[in-house]
């Protein structure tokens, strides 16, 4: 047999349910984001002949290698691109390294660390432009790692500057407030916290987040509109809480994708739709700029022009 048959042969694994395949044909969206626009919340799968997933996943992702990613968000008008370990990697950081050693200047990363992740470990990924580290409290992806762990993360995290990236659902943003409100470096918080849009938009669990957005160490990714919405696309209730959030505190907000949407209900969302609510979120230009460009470049450590030219008015 020759090397490429031998390699046609080996199929990927069967995808778990919850894991269709990206939106085949997403609308392109109908405003022109501004220039170095970033997607912050991307995850690059496979292909599994390649780059095999872990033995024991949760899940088995579809395959969406780094090229039909990051084509997927030029075709959005995303300039820049941050690509987020999935646990469905274990603690193999190999994917996400020849991601964004496939374009240094445009794509930072958040990976899976442990307490046991080396020094030269952590200093390979930095290189390579990994500027946060998960930590999940999310049951099915997985065990959460011990206290002591997560000091120990959190320690060689915040030395290098990183932020820890936080997973959470329901009321998970109110268990673990004190905790994120003292620590001294950057905290990301995934998804909208996954607040429960059933509690409404002052539950507790949205005045936790409103809180924390308060104390200037921490942002949150108004991604993921999808997953909170209790009714469906074009996901309304869901909007109008990430507007909110981006209301209450403009400086501190992210956006992103979660292309291509692993873990979700139903098919895959139409990415080109869920750019166009951005102009919902963040109504005016100004906001947009932070939105999209000014917070991404200080947060995961993009050249940031715009305030190498310097910002009047801040
Ligand atoms: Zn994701």
């Not at 599994?48 to 872990?54: D, G, K, M, Q, R």
């Not at 995290?157 to 407030?177: K, L, S």
């Amino acid at each position: 047999m020759t090397d490429a048959a031998q390699s046609s042969s080996t199929a990927a694994p069967l995808p778990s349910p919850g894991c269709p395949p990206p939106h085949p044909s997403p609308r392109r969206p109908n405003w022109v984001l501004p220039a170095n626009a970033c997607d912050t919340h991307s995850h690059v799968f496979g292909p599994a002949a390649i780059f095999p997933y872990a033995a024991d996943r949760t899940f088995t992702p579809v395959d969406v290698p780094r090229d039909e990613v990051l084509a997927r968000q030029r075709f959005l008008g995303f300039q820049r691109s941050v690509i987020i370990q999935s646990s469905c990697y274990g603690l193999d950081h190999t994917v996400l390294l020849d991601a964004l050693r496939s374009d240094p200047e445009h794509l930072r990363g958040a990976a899976i660390v442990t307490g046991a992740t080396t020094t030269a470990e952590l200093d390979e990924l930095d290189r390579a432009g990994v500027r946060g580290a998960r930590l999940h409290f999310m049951p099915h992806l997985g065990e959460a790692l011990t206290p002591i762990e997560q000091r120990a993360v959190i320690d060689a995290v915040h030395a290098r500057n990183w932020h820890v990236e936080i997973h959470v659902q329901g009321d998970g943003i109110v268990e673990h407030e004190s905790r994120l409100a003292a620590l001294e470096g950057r905290v990301v918080i995934d998804h909208l916290a996954r607040v429960d849009l059933r509690q409404g938009l002052d539950s507790p669990a949205v005045r936790s987040v409103r809180r924390l957005l308060d104390l200037g160490h921490v942002w949150l990714k108004l991604s993921a509109v999808d997953r909170v919405s209790l009714t469906g696309p074009p996901y309304p209730d869901a909007v109008e809480l990430a507007r909110l959030f981006a209301q209450h505190a403009p400086e501190r907000v992210l956006w992103g994708t979660d292309f291509p949407h692993p873990n979700i209900e139903g098919d895959a969302p139409d990415d080109g739709l869920l750019v166009d609510l951005v102009p919902q979120i963040a109504p005016t230009p100004a906001a947009r700029q932070l939105l999209l460009v000014d917070n991404p470049a200080e947060v995961f450590d993009f050249a940031c022009t715009v305030r190498e030219t310097g910002r009047s008015g801040h």
